[in-house]
């Protein structure tokens, strides 16, 4: 079998499509603590919980930039590593004027 960019792209080493996974424990960390900041909108206990969704979803998208099983997922990772990146400027910006 031929070894295309198709099947690099969207193919795991067992020749498997993979576009999603069951969720491993930095994307956890990242639901886990979104819902909570939800739920604890002010405070201390806020702050908190954003640091470490930001910093739980920033591990996620190093990980899969660099650890994916195709490229499709290292994309994704590339493509949320610079989400997370542009998100926090904007909201520097926006508070710093």
Known sequence: ??????????RDSDGKIVIAQMPN???????????LALIFTTGKIN???DVVA????????????FQG?????????????IGIIALKIISYNKFSN
């Not at 930001?54 to 930039?65: C, D, I, K, P, V």
């Not at 099983?69 to 590593?81: K, P």
């Open 54 to 65: 930001n910093g739980s979803l920033f591990t996620w998208a190093w990980l899969e930039l």
């Open 1 to 10: 079998m031929e070894n295309t960019f198709l099947d690099k792209t969207f």
């Open 47 to 49: 702050t908190v919980l």
């Open 25 to 35: 424990l930095p994307l956890i960390v990242w639901i886990v603590t979104s819902i």
């Open 69 to 81: 099983v195709n490229y499709f997922r290292r994309a994704l990772g590339l493509f949320v590593l």
